[in-house]
C-alpha cells in the first residue's frame, strides 16, 4: 500500500502503532516482533507472492552473514570469510539481476546480436533494489567487523522495518540496531509531534505539489513517446516540470519515511537535502538520494579507486595527490571509477537503455566537475574572483545539466527523449496560444515570422503549467526544507541546528510542537486528505 493511501493512513498505521505501544508496555521483544509482523502485512499488501519470493534471500544472507561472524572471529580463516563474502555478493547480484534484468539483457542481446531470446516478464518484488544494497551492505559490515552480534529477529527488523522498506533510506545495521534496542517502545509525544509533522509535511509533497504538477507533465511525455514533436515551451514544461515532479516526489517520501521511523522512537538517515540549490554536480549528489550516494562511495568508488591507486604506485607512478595531478592519473583514478559507479547507479535505477546513459551522464557531469577542481586554477588562478562568479554560473549549469538528464530518466524510449532534447533547443520550432498570440500587440507581426500556432497545449494549459513550474521553482529554491525547519528535533539521524543567521527564514519558521503550528498545519492536512485517492504513485517505488 502507498503511503499516500486511506488505508495506510487510516488503518495499517494506527493498528501498527496501537499494537506497538500495547505490546511495548509488556515486553520489549514482543513489540520488535509486532513491528517484523506489520511489515511483512506491509510488503505483502500488493502481491501475497512478494513475501515468498524476497523470504529465501533473507534467510541466505542471515545464514551467510552469521557463517562470516563465525570465519571472521578467527584471523587464520581470513581467505575462507573473503570467499564467503564474494559468494554472498554474488548471490545478491544474481537475485536482483534475474528478478530485474533478466528481460533487459534478453532485449539487449536482441537487439546486438540479432538472438531471439523470448521476453519472459518475471514479477518484481517491491522495492527489491533498495533491499539488495542493504544486504550486500549488511555482508560487507559483518566481514569488516562492524558488526559484531546480531539475532536472527534483530536482522529481520533491520531488514523489513516498513518506513524504509520500498524506497530507502539504505540504512546501516550499525546505525539502526542501537536505536532499536533502546527505544522505550512506549507513546511520546515529542516523538509523535515529529513523526506526524514530517509526515504531513511529505505528505502535502507529494500529493498536491508532486501529483498537481504531474498533470501537466505527462501528457507532454505521453504525446512525445507517440511521435509528437514538442515545440520549444512544451518541451521546457516538460523537462522542468519532470525535475520538479520527481523533487518533491522523492522530498514528499523521504519525509514521511522520516516520519514513520519517529513514531517508533526511531531517526531514520537523512536522505534529501534540497538538492536543486547545488551549485555543482558534485553538491548535487551528495544532497540527492545521499544514502544511495554513500552507499556507492563506500562500496564501489573508494575501494577501487583505492585499488588503482595502489596499483599505480606499485609501477612507480604518481598518484593525484600533490599540487600538480597527472592527466593520466585523474582519468584512471577519479574518472574512470566515477564513469563505473554512475553507471551501476543508472543500472540501479532502471533496467533500461536510457537509466544507463543517465548515469554515464551523471558521471561525465561528476567527472568534469572533479577535473575543474583540480585543473582550473591552472586556467583561473585568481581565487578571489573565480569563487563569487562560479557560485552564480555553477548553480545555472548544474541545473541545466540534471534536468537535461531528467528527460533521459524520464522518456520511455529513445524517440521521446530524442524529440523532447530536439524541442529544448527549438529544432522543432516555437509555438504559442492563438490566445496568446493575439493579445501581444505590436509584438505579433515580430514573432510571426518564426513562431507558429500552438496545437499541442491551449493558453489555459500553457500558463496554468508556467504557474505550476513557478511556483513550485520558488518553493524548492527559496525555502528552507523540512530537516532545516525541524532542526531543533534531530528529524534525521545526526541532524541538528547548524550556525544560522538571526534573521534567516528557517531561524525565523524555526518548528515547535505548539498550538500556532498545529493551527498553521491544519490546512495541509484537509488539503492532502481531500485530495487522497487520485492518480498517483511514488516515482521511487518503481525501483
Known amino acids: 500500500m502507498l503511503f499516500n493511501s486511506y488505508e495506510f493512513i487510516f488503518v495499517f498505521l494506527p493498528v501498527t502503532l496501537a499494537g506497538f505501544f500495547l505490546l511495548g508496555l509488556r515486553s520489549r521483544n514482543l513489540a520488535m516482533g509486532w513491528i517484523i ?28 552473514a552469521r ?27 544474481a537475485f536482483l539481476g534475474y528478478f530485474k534484468y533478466v528481460d533487459f539483457l534478453a532485449t539487449a542481446a536482441n537487439d546486438l546480436v540479432g538472438t531471439h531470446f523470448v521476453l519472459t516478464q518475471v514479477v518484481l518484488p517491491l522495492g527489491i533494489s533498495f533491499i539488495t544494497f542493504q544486504k550486500i551492505a549488511f555482508l560487507i559490515d559483518v566481514h569488516g567487523r562492524r558488526i559484531p552480534s546480531f539475532s536472527f529477529r534483530e536482522y529481520c527488523l533491520f531488514v523489513l522495518f516498513f518506513p524504509q522498506l520500498i524506497a530507502g533510506p539504505i540504512v546501516h545495521f550499525r546505525e539502526m540496531m542501537p536505536q532499536f534496542r533502546q527505544t522505550p517502545c512506549r507513546w511520546d509525544r515529542e516523538n509523535i509531534a515529529v513523526g506526524l509533522s514530517l509526515f504531513v509535511f511529505g505528505l502535502f509533497k507529494k500529493v498536491i505539489l508532486a501529483d498537481g504538477i504531474s498533470e501537466y507533465v505527462s501528457p507532454i511525455y505521453e504525446s512525445a513517446a507517440a511521435g509528437s514533436e514538442p515545440t520549444f515551451f512544451p518541451a521546457w514544461i516538460a523537462a522542468i516540470g519532470f525535475t520538479l515532479q520527481i523533487y518533491f516526489d522523492f522530498s514528499g517520501y523521504s519525509d514521511m519515511a522520516l516520519g514513520l521511523g519517529r513514531f517508533f522512537g526511531v531517526r531514520l538517515p537523512a536522505n534529501f537535502n534540497s538538492p536543486l540549490k547545488a551549485t555543482n554536480i558534485i553538491d548535487f549528489w551528495l544532497r540527492w538520494h545521499m544514502t544511495l550516494t554513500r552507499f556507492l562511495t563506500a562500496y564501489l568508488y573508494n575501494p577501487l579507486a583505492l585499488w588503482l591507486t595502489r596499483r599505480r604506485m606499485a609501477k612507480g607512478l604518481p598518484g593525484l595527490g600533490g599540487r600538480s595531478p597527472s592527466v593520466g592519473a585523474f582519468f584512471q583514478v577519479l574518472a574512470g571509477p566515477t564513469m563505473l559507479t554512475m553507471f551501476v547507479s543508472g543500472l540501479w535505477h532502471g533496467a533500461g537503455y536510457l537509466f544507463i546513459l543517465w548515469g554515464l551522464l ?10 575543474w577542481r583540480l585543473f582550473g586554477s591552472r586556467i583561473w588562478p585568481n581565487r578571489e574572483k573565480h569563487g563569487p562568479f562560479m557560485r552564480s554560473t555553477g548553480f545555472v549549469l548544474t541545473f541545466l545539466s540534471v534536468v537535461v538528464a531528467m ?26 496560444p492563438q490566445q496568446i498570440l493575439a493579445h501581444l500587440g505590436p509584438l505579433t507581426g515580430l514573432l510571426q515570422s518564426f513562431v507558429s500556432v500552438a496545437t499541442d497545449m491551449s493558453a489555459q494549459e500553457l500558463a496554468l503549467a508556467i504557474a505550476w513550474v513557478g511556483a513550485l521553482l520558488l518553493i524548492a529554491l527559496l525555502l528552507p526544507n523540512t530537516l532545516q525547519l525541524m532542526a531543533g528535533y534531530e528529524p534525521a539521524l545526526g541532524v541538528r541546528p547548524g550556525p544560522a543567521a538571526p534573521l534567516s527564514l528557517a531561524r525565523v519558521l524555526d518548528w515547535t510542537p505548539t498550538i500556532p503550528w498545529a493551527l498553521a498545519m491544519a490546512p495541509l492536512v484537509v488539503a492532502t486528505v481531500m485530495r487522497i485517492g487520485g492518480k498517483s504513485e511514488f516515482l521511487y517505488w518503481q525501483f
Open 37 to 64: 509482523v506489520a511489515s511483512l502485512a506491509f510488503y505483502a499488501w500488493w502481491r501475497p507472492i512478494n513475501v515468498l519470493i524476497i523470504a529465501p534471500s533473507i534467510l541466505v544472507n542471515f545464514v551467510l
Open 362 to 371: 551523471h558521471g561525465l557531469y561528476l567527472s568534469t566537475n572533479h577535473a
Open 67 to 93: 557463517w562470516l561472524l563465525r570465519l571472521t572471529a578467527d584471523e587464520e580463516r581470513a581467505g575462507a570469510a573473503r570467499i564467503v563474502l564474494l559468494l554472498g555478493i554474488a548471490f545478491n547480484v
Open 407 to 432: 528527460v533521459l530518466f524520464r522518456s520511455t524510449n529513445a524517440g521521446a527523449a530524442k524529440e523532447l532534447l530536439q524541442g529544448m533547443v527549438g529544432l522543432n520550432g516555437v509555438s504559442l
